[in-house]
């Protein structure tokens, strides 16, 4: 399982960012692929996954009605689209894989990205 992420930043708050991560190696009929974040001092948390198979996906509470994620599957690529950023958004964000949505919630993480910074601050 590979995962390579691009796309962090810095922005102004309510500027948006669109994290892109492209998989390969996996193998199965269900999965799921999305984002992790870890802020300093803060545990690392599930922000965002979609399941490939099914296209459901999961959001954390506080990104909901920002945060929209996505997949191109000729590209093997996961897109995050991150919305009205807010500083509280500030943090590594980490493109993550698990072998089922349930699991990914669950911290059960099968492949980790290396990560990329996203700054928001005026």
């Known amino acids: 399982l590979q995962l390579a992420e691009s796309g962090g930043g810095m922005v102004q708050p309510g500027g948006s960012l669109k994290l892109s991560c492209t998989h390969s190696?996996?193998?199965?009929?269900?999965?799921?692929v999305g984002w992790f974040r870890q802020a300093p001092g803060k545990e690392r948390e599930p922000v965002s996954c979609?399941?490939?198979?099914?296209?459901?996906?999961y959001f954390v509470d506080s990104v909901k009605g920002r945060f929209t994620i996505s997949r191109d599957a000729a590209k093997s690529t996961v897109y995050l689209q991150m919305n009205s950023l807010q500083p509280e958004d500030t943090a590594t964000y980490y493109c993550a894989s698990a072998s089922h949505t349930a699991l990914f919630r669950q911290k059960v993480i099968d492949a980790w990205g290396q990560g990329t910074v996203v700054t928001v601050s005026s």
């Open positions: 190696g996996f193998t199965g009929n269900y999965w799921a």
């Open positions: 979609i399941s490939p198979s099914d296209g459901s996906t």
